[in-house]
């Protein structure tokens, strides 16, 4: 405590900064609350994503196999080359204030569709599905990735409020207060010490 000044305008800073410290501290708590919160409520979200996609992609493989029988990998290749392109916009969203991706697909119409074999219709609409469901995996995986990095983040912070910086206040106002209260009583000491000299030096009975 020897960098410390012993006054009263310091003990009243101190207890400022332990006010401010406390209020922070509940505000990352609560911070970390929802973190959690947000991590396991993803968590359900990728194992039905995981879900959905091994069921899209058993339906590929089905999609396929059909396929191949009535038109052969010529005719899979040429109408794959005729496809126009997917298009897949990445929206940005907000899990305890922390951007986190999701995804919107857009299959354009196709004009070709109403003459195209029904087994590559159906391979086209399952294979647009399946990479729907791995874009959407692969991001909810990247998002718990992300909630997590600033939740080890958040982590730190609080443990340094909670373990570190409270308790050093803490005891930087417990000194300061005991060494104000035998300043205080010094001075009092001090006091009765001058008025029984000036006491005596007048003749006066104390």
Sequence with gaps: MENVRVTRKELIDTEAKIRLAERGLELLKMKRSILVLGIFRKLKELGRSKSNLSQVVYSAE??????????????????SSEAPDLKVDILDEKTAGISTPAVKMESPAGGNDI?????LYDLKRTYSRLLG??????????EIR????????????????????LPNLILTASYLRQSLDDIERGNIV???FVKKNILEKDGRPR
């Excluded at 939740?151 to 909670?162: D, P, Y």
């Design 133 to 142: 469901e791995i874009i959407k995996t692969y991001l909810i995986e990247k």
């Design 115 to 119: 003459l195209m074999n029904s087994s």
């Design 62 to 79: 089905m999609a396929f196999n059909a396929a191949i029988k009535e038109v052969g990998e010529v005719g899979i290749e040429i109408t």
């Design 146 to 165: 992300d909630l997590l990095r600033e939740l080890f983040k958040l982590n730190r912070r609080t443990n340094s409020i909670e373990y570190t910086v």
């Design 190 to 192: 001090s006091l009765k």
